[in-house]
């Protein structure tokens, strides 16, 4: 899912949603009560994630008719504005800094008139809009598994000491059962009671849980501690990487003042007009004026509020390199799995520095934020457009934190790119692996020849073009994820590919300086993964498929492909009579592979169907050979589940292919739209 926006043209405000019916009037009902949580806290970064929690209701869920940002969003803005409380306010000034451009947008106009009306502000209000990045650090694993990217931000701005006579939290009545402070410093006493001091989500105290990568089982790792608490790397570190030190810490609010500091929906200081115009009125009050002014007596210099947001960004499985379409973005070197905040920032970067002094499987240092920000953004994205990303269970609370973060963060940077590996670059790796000692046990030279193939083939296209990077993580998904779906593998092949990849780990290792500890468990992990390969890969033939009708459609051998092929060109066997041609064709001598016999295929399926409409089927069978883009065979098979016959779902497809044109996004949105129709009947 991308967070994008439409927009009005120049000067021409965008349309307001309608009214949401009564059962969805109900659930943004509910978000307010929630956002009441607001009028009590005092700190801005806690506001923020209140707000951030609230907005993460919606990501990663689809709407059938357009971006949920958009449908979602955007009305309970509309929502929100109409209803018109101090709670309304407080979460249309909170999206003015963390929602979309649109929502910022709406959200920002909606706040004013609230404001003009004289409805009371929160009282971290005028601080909104002025958070200012500081140092980045990663802490990483050897193996280029995950990493975690920690960056360190401050509020360097005064805020209202206290609440004066004119401000929102004097003027309104605190919610029941809301804490005096949210995320509130643990010698702060309080009498809310428990359930009130410590919501849910990410304001509270948050120790992430289960999470994607629960499988990795090697020592070390930069979500190390998660293991503690089932997080996404939970068996892959046993100990130390930043998340021990937030397990530690006790959340992503522990030990903070009460009091905090802003942040901006745009990363700019300064901040909203929302912002601007509230600390103006608190510059300007000396006591009296409407509801929500603070006295300028009771603005005075705090601290900056330091916090540390650290993204846990998973590289296993980036995007696949290759030839890419006109304006197509490349791949992105991984995806975002979790995120937390802290603000015991000396703490987490100690156990940081001293696992990595400790820890050979463990590397620590700092880098440029503008990096960063290049890293992030592209891993955010590409969480984003995944359907049904696997991140953490609470990652969803802090997706709006993390995007507004992410932008302030300094432009300039470059992101990870892949190196491109042509085939000759790839025949020379292959050949000084054969020929090396690692390689000298292989018997079947001939199988190992195919194996290790496949095995660089692998690391250039689905690894961000990384043959030589090892690791158990990287091994079993080769062997028991990759291969399996993919590949048709000979019986030489399947008895020949454990022992080739255990010889290329040692040999990669070698060349990689990998440490010796790292390198032992990858070849640990290969040996298990050997024991569980032979369950997991199945031979085509093994269900009764004819070999070479099999070996027709993967010529390739994309094991994967076998089954959106056969949906696109059914008919492969036979004699049958071509009209307006002497004679019959014997269907057996056809090559689905060649465009020209694809042609004669179709033509058979489609008899005296017009040149324009066997061109459109051309197009389309084209693109289901190629699997471009996935999300076409995906879409195919969610209308055939619903009980499309396959005809329609082949002319569904080809509408959408027609309106889209060559534009890789129009297209994938339209398939995504495709996909929500109701069933037929």
Request: one cysteine or more.
């Amino acid at each position: 899912m991308s967070p994008r926006s439409s927009r009005p043209s120049a000067g021409e405000p965008a349309p307001e949603p309608p009214e949401p019916g009564d059962e969805i009037a109900a659930i943004f009902d509910g978000m307010l009560r929630h956002a009441r949580e607001l009028l009590a806290v005092r700190s801005p970064l806690d506001a923020e994630l209140i707000v951030s929690e609230i907005l993460g209701t919606w990501w990663g869920r689809r709407a059938a008719d357009g971006d949920v940002e958009e449908v979602v969003g955007e009305a309970l803005v509309a929502h929100a504005a109409r209803t018109g409380s101090p709670a309304a306010l407080a979460l249309l000034t909170g999206i003015t800094c963390l929602g979309t451009r649109g929502q910022a947008a709406r959200a920002e106009r909606a706040a004013l008139d609230l404001m003009d009306r004289g409805v009371a502000r929160p009282i971290w209000a005028d601080r909104v809009g002025m958070v200012e990045p500081r140092e980045c650090y990663v802490s990483r694993d050897v193996y280029g598994d995950q990493e975690s990217v920690i960056c360190i931000f401050d509020y360097p701005s005064a805020e209202p000491a206290s609440h004066g006579p004119g401000s929102a939290a004097a003027s309104q009545p605190r919610p029941t059962g809301a804490p005096a402070t949210h995320g509130q410093h643990s010698d702060a006493p309080t009498t809310a009671p428990a359930s009130a001091t410590q919501p849910s989500g990410p304001a509270a105290s948050h120790a992430p849980s289960s999470g994607p990568a629960g499988s990795q089982a090697q020592p070390g790792g930069p979500a190390a501690a998660h293991a503690q608490s089932g997080g996404p790397a939970a068996a892959h570190a046993q100990s130390g990487g930043p998340a021990a030190a937030h397990a530690q810490s006790g959340g992503p609010t522990a030990g903070r003042a009460s009091s905090g500091g802003p942040t901006a929906a745009h990363a700019q200081p300064g901040g909203s007009a929302v912002s601007q115009a509230a600390s103006g009125e608190a510059a300007r009050a000396q006591g009296g004026g409407h509801a929500g002014d603070a006295s300028a007596e009771g603005v005075r210099a705090r601290g900056t509020d330091r916090h540390a947001l650290v993204v846990l960004v998973d590289r296993t499985k980036p995007g696949v390199v290759g030839p890419r379409l006109p304006g197509e973005r490349p791949p992105a070197c991984g995806t975002v799995r979790d995120a937390w905040v802290s603000s015991r920032i000396d703490r987490l970067l100690d156990h940081c520095r001293r696992e990595a002094a400790a820890n050979p499987l463990m590397r620590f240092e700092e880098i440029e934020p503008r990096d960063a920000r290049a890293l992030l953004q592209r891993c955010l994205d590409q969480a984003n457009e995944e359907p049904d990303a696997p991140v953490d269970e609470n990652f969803a609370s802090y997706h709006a934190f993390v995007r507004h973060r992410v932008r302030a963060l300094p432009t300039g940077g470059r992101a990870p790119q892949p190196a491109v590996h042509g085939p000759d670059q790839r025949a020379t790796l292959a050949t000084r692996f054969l020929a090396s000692k690692e390689a000298a046990d292989l018997s079947d030279t001939a199988a190992a020849i195919r194996c290790v193939d496949r095995i660089i083939d692998y690391g250039c296209t689905h690894d961000f073009g990384r043959p030589l990077r090892v690791s158990p993580v990287k091994c079993e998904m080769f062997l028991l994820d990759w291969l399996p779906r993919k590949v048709l593998l000979s019986q030489a092949e399947q008895e020949a590919v454990p022992h080739v990849l255990a010889a290329w780990v040692r040999w990669a290792g070698r060349r990689t300086g990998l440490p010796d500890e790292a390198v032992r468990a990858t070849l640990d992990a290969v040996w298990d993964a050997t024991a569980k390969f032979a369950d997991a890969y199945r031979d085509p033939s093994a269900f009764g498929l004819d070999r070479e009708l099999v070996d027709r459609l993967l010529p390739d051998g994309d094991l994967e492909a076998l089954p959106r092929r056969a949906f696109a060109l059914p008919f492969l066997s036979g004699r049958h009579r071509v009209s307006g041609r002497h004679g019959t064709i014997d269907l057996s001598e056809l090559d689905p592979s060649d465009p020209a016999d694809r042609r004669v295929l179709l033509e058979l399926e489609h008899p005296g169907a017009p040149e324009e409409h066997l061109e459109a089927h051309e197009r389309l069978a084209d693109r289901l050979w190629r699997g471009d883009p996935p999300q076409l065979w995906e879409t195919a098979q969610a209308l055939l589940d619903v009980g499309f016959e396959r005809h329609e779902v082949l002319h569904r497809l080809m509408a959408v292919l027609d309106r889209t044109g060559h534009d890789p996004r129009a297209l994938r949105a339209g398939l995504r739209i495709l996909r929500h129709e109701p069933p037929p009947g």
